[in-house]
């Protein structure tokens, strides 16, 4: 075997091994779905009309759960899981490029509300931003 092969098998095997040490990383450090009773807070903050905050008790691992057992929204499925259109009664105007964003104690999160897991206290804000 020449040289340029064997350095390029060892590149790759190290590239492979690097990966794969990614991927078990991240599923030992990920966060986990806490179980059992929780009180969430929902702040939403409504383009028509007043703002209002609610407070959740649920049993729900996950924000989109948590929202559909209350019936505060309604979305559709996508390959990222539940696009919200409307949160307590208020759809987004796809017309005029509104949809609805969400932060966590006023950080905004990175996850779908399908993979956002809630913990007991937390406290997530819904807003209807105009714009894409």
């Given at each position: 075997?020449?040289?340029?092969?064997?350095?390029?098998?060892?590149?790759?095997?190290?590239?492979?091994?690097?990966?794969?040490?990614?991927?078990?990383?991240?599923?030992?450090?990920?966060?986990?779905p806490v179980e059992g009773?929780?009180?969430?807070?929902?702040?939403?903050?409504?383009?028509?009309?007043?703002?209002?905050?609610?407070?959740?008790?649920?049993?729900?691992?996950?924000?989109?759960?948590a929202l559909q057992q209350?019936?505060?929204?309604?979305?559709?499925?996508?390959?990222?899981?539940?696009?919200?259109?409307?949160?307590?009664?208020?759809?987004?105007?796809?017309?005029?490029?509104?949809?609805?964003?969400?932060?966590?104690?006023?950080?905004?999160?990175?996850?779908?509300?399908?993979?956002?897991?809630?913990?007991?206290?937390?406290?997530?804000?819904?807003?209807?931003?105009?714009?894409?």
């Amino acid at each position: 075997m020449s040289k340029t092969k064997k350095t390029l098998v060892i590149s790759i095997s190290i590239l492979v091994l690097l990966l794969v040490s990614s991927l078990l990383a991240y599923k030992l450090l990920a966060p986990k779905p806490v179980e059992g009773a929780k009180t969430v807070t929902i702040v939403i903050d409504h383009m028509k009309g007043e703002d209002k905050t609610l407070e959740i008790h649920t049993d729900a691992e996950y924000l989109s759960e948590a929202l559909q057992q209350e019936g505060l929204v309604e979305g559709t499925e996508s390959e990222y899981g539940l696009w919200i259109t409307a949160i307590d009664g208020e759809t987004a105007d796809d017309s005029l490029q509104q949809w609805w964003g969400y932060t966590k104690s006023g950080e905004y999160v990175e996850t779908g509300a399908d993979q956002t897991i809630i913990e007991d206290g937390d406290s997530f804000e819904f807003t209807l931003h105009e714009g894409y």
